[in-house]
C-alpha cells in the first residue's frame, strides 16, 4: 500500500516534456539576467537594473530582439557575448545544445530526453529524432559559418578586420536564429540597426537569406537538401515554401506601393534602394527584428500590415515565433473549403484530418486573446498611441523584434508583460498551456451533438 503511495506521488511529481522546455527556458533566461547585471556587462561599469537584465535576457533567449537599451553603445564585449550565446542557446533551443554536449562527450540520448526533443522541435513522433537534431546542429553551425565569413569580408571594408570577424559572427548568429539584435548602434548611432545598409546588396541578400532559412525550419532545410536523392517533398515543406514565398512576395509589393512616395522611408531612394527596402522589411517580419527602413516613419498602412505579416510568423520547428506559416495556411483552407461548400481541407492532394484544424483554430484564438488582452492592458500603462503598443505587443508575440520606439520608454508593468508576451511567443502557446495545465485524461463518454446557427 505504502509503496503504491510512493509511485503515485513520484509520477504526479515527475515533469512532463512541456514542463521540462518551459522550466528550461526560464533557468537560461535567469541565469543571463545575473551575467548581464554584473559590472564587466555594461560599458559604464554599473550594474544594469535587474528588471531591465531580465528584459534583455528574455529578449535574446526569445530570439526577440526588442531591446531597453542600444546593444553596441551599452554592454561591452562580455555583455555582447553573453546575448549571442543567449540567442544561440534560445534559437535552437535548450534541449538541442544539451544534445551537442551529449554527443560530444559520447552519451546516450534516453526516452525522456527523445520525448522533450520531439516537443521542443514540434514532432509528432519520436522517429529520427536524435538524426534530426544532428542535422539541425550541422545545419546552423554551416549557414551561420558561411554568413559569418560574408559579413566579415565586406564589413572589412568598413571597419577594422577584428571589428568586421566580430561584428560578421554576431550578426550570422543572430540573424540566423531569427533575432534583432545588433551592434551598429556603436557606428551609426542607437537603435540604427541596418538602416545605413538599405541599398547594399550584399548585407541584404545575406541577411535575408538567414532570416528566411531560420524561419522555414529545420524539417523543410533538410527536405530541400535531400530532395535530389529522394525527388520529392513532404506535404509539411510544401506548405511553408508555398506560403512563405507568398507571403514575402505579398508584403514586398504592399510596403513598396504604400511606402514609395514616403518622404522617411522609401521616396528619398532610388530605385534599387526602394526595392531592397521593400523586400527587406517584408522579410524582417517572418520573425527577425533588423530593418533597412525606420518603422516609426512608416505609414499606417504599412504598420498594420507588418502587425499581420508578424502576427502569423515563422514555421514549426524554426527559430522563429508566431501562430506559424502552416497554421495560417489551414485557416485559410479552411475558408475556402466552407466557401466552397467541401467538408475536406485539401492541400496539395492531401486531406487534413479534424485534429489539425482544431488545433490550428486554438492556436490561434489563444494567440489573438494574449495579443488583444495585452495591448488592452498596456493602452492604459503606456502613454502612446494604441497601433504602436499593438505593434510592439505583437512584436513581442511573434518574437519578432521590430519596433516603432516604444520599448526603451516601457514601464515596470509595460516591461513585465512585454517579457512575458516574447516567453510565450517563443515556447508557444499551446506547450505553455500544456505545462501549466492538468494532464489530459481520455474521455469516458459524450453528450449527444447539438446544433448552433452560425453567421
Known amino acids: 500500500m505504502m509503496n503504491s503511495v510512493v509511485e503515485r506521488t513520484r509520477k504526479k511529481l515527475e515533469l512532463t516534456p512541456p514542463q521540462i522546455l518551459v522550466i528550461g527556458f526560464a533557468v537560461i533566461i535567469f541565469a ?14 554599473q550594474p544594469m537594473p535587474f528588471l531591465d537584465a531580465l528584459f534583455t535576457a528574455t529578449s535574446a533567449t526569445c530570439v526577440t530582439g526588442l531591446v531597453v537599451v542600444d546593444t553596441g553603445t551599452y554592454f561591452t564585449k562580455f555583455g555582447q557575448i553573453v546575448i549571442m550565446l543567449l540567442i544561440q542557446v534560445g534559437g535552437l533551443g535548450f534541449m538541442t545544445m544539451s544534445t551537442l554536449v551529449a554527443f560530444m562527450l559520447k552519451k546516450r540520448i534516453s526516452l525522456k530526453e527523445r520525448l522533450v526533443l520531439q516537443e521542443a522541435m514540434n514532432q509528432g513522433s519520436m522517429e529520427g529524432i536524435v538524426r534530426l537534431i544532428r542535422k539541425v546542429i550541422f545545419y546552423s553551425l554551416t549557414i551561420e559559418f558561411i554568413a559569418a565569413v ?45 538602416t545605413s545598409f538599405v541599398d547594399d546588396p550584399v548585407v541584404n541578400i545575406v541577411a535575408m537569406g538567414l532570416i528566411i532559412l531560420g524561419g522555414l525550419g529545420f524539417i523543410v532545410i533538410s527536405d530541400l537538401l535531400e530532395f535530389r536523392k529522394h525527388r520529392k517533398l513532404s506535404l509539411h515543406s510544401k506548405v511553408v515554401l508555398s506560403m512563405t514565398g507568398a507571403l514575402i512576395v505579398i508584403g514586398a509589393v504592399v510596403i513598396f506601393i504604400f511606402e514609395f512616395t514616403n518622404p522617411k522611408t522609401l521616396a528619398p531612394l532610388g530605385w534599387s534602394g526602394k526595392i531592397w527596402g521593400a523586400l527587406f522589411q517584408s522579410v524582417a517580419p517572418r520573425t527577425a527584428g533588423p530593418n533597412t527602413l525606420d518603422i516609426a ?21 524554426s527559430t522563429g515565433g508566431g501562430i506559424k506559416t502552416t497554421t495560417f495556411t489551414t485557416l485559410i483552407g479552411a475558408m475556402i473549403a466552407m466557401i466552397r461548400g467541401k467538408e475536406d481541407i485539401v492541400l496539395f492532394r492531401y486531406r487534413l484530418g479534424k485534429d489539425r484544424i482544431l488545433k490550428a483554430i486554438t ?44 520599448t526603451p520608454d516601457l514601464s515596470m508593468v509595460g516591461k513585465i508583460l512585454i517579457a512575458l508576451m516574447m516567453f510565450i511567443g517563443r515556447l508557444g502557446p499551446l506547450t505553455l498551456a500544456y505545462a501549466l495545465g492538468p494532464k489530459v485524461e481520455k474521455e469516458l463518454y459524450r453528450y449527444p451533438e447539438g446544433k448552433i446557427t452560425i453567421g
Open 150 to 194: 560574408i559579413f566579415s569580408i565586406r564589413w572589412s571594408m568598413d571597419l577594422s578586420p577584428g571589428t568586421a570577424i566580430y561584428f560578421g559572427i554576431f550578426h550570422a548568429v543572430s540573424m540566423f536564429n531569427n533575432a534583432g539584435f545588433d551592434l551598429f548602434g556603436s557606428i551609426t548611432g542607437p537603435f540604427s540597426s541596418l
Open 32 to 45: 543571463g539576467a545575473l551575467l548581464l547585471t554584473t559590472p564587466i556587462a555594461t560599458a559604464s561599469g
Open 297 to 317: 516613419g512608416m505609414r499606417q498602412a504599412s504598420q498594420f500590415f507588418i502587425i499581420i505579416l508578424m502576427f502569423i510568423g515563422a514555421s514549426p520547428g
Open 363 to 406: 492556436m490561434t484564438m489563444i494567440a489573438l486573446f494574449l495579443v488583444i488582452f495585452v495591448s488592452m492592458v498596456l493602452s492604459t500603462t503606456e502613454p502612446r498611441s494604441f497601433l504602436m503598443i499593438l505593434f510592439e505587443v505583437t512584436s513581442a508575440f511573434g518574437t519578432v523584434g521590430l519596433t516603432m520606439g516604444l
